[in-house]
């Protein structure tokens, strides 16, 4: 069973900076190709940012530029540095990991919202004011 415990949420003025962490259990971070979804109150879940097991990044298109994820496996945690903060970046933003990708699938496959991931955080709250 792997855990992912998410932290770093809270509160900012837009233009801000906010970084959110993902401590993982076991090995995810070397074993598992890892990701940042968020989900608005009323809206479907997307993926933000994912980093798979081969190093390739991907980002949706409405943080590209701005979002930063990234890993320190010393750690075992999982971050996504936000930068210049928007209102509509305003959600719940969960961690989550999923071992196994077939041939063809990466980074962007996963935030693209088909595949099943193997793991979720409970997830960290993150609101941004005009």
């Known amino acids: 069973q792997v855990h992912l415990v998410e932290s770093g949420g809270g509160s900012a003025q837009a233009g801000g900076s906010l970084r959110l962490s993902c401590l993982a259990s076991e090995r995810a971070l070397d074993s598992a190709s890892m990701a940042w979804f968020r989900q608005a109150p009323g809206k479907k879940r997307e993926g933000v940012a994912a980093l798979d097991i081969d190093g390739i990044v991907a980002y949706s298109d409405s943080v590209k530029g701005r979002f930063t994820i990234s890993k320190d496996s010393a750690k075992k945690t999982l971050y996504l540095q936000m930068n210049n903060l928007k209102p509509e970046d305003t959600a719940m933003y969960y961690c989550?990991?999923?071992?196994?990708?077939?041939?063809?699938?990466?980074?962007?496959?996963?935030?693209?919202?088909?595949?099943?991931?193997?793991?979720w955080g409970k997830g960290t709250l993150v609101t941004i004011s005009s």
């Open positions: 989550a990991a999923v071992w196994a990708l077939n041939d063809g699938e990466d980074a962007r496959t996963v935030i693209g919202g088909t595949l099943s991931m193997d793991y």
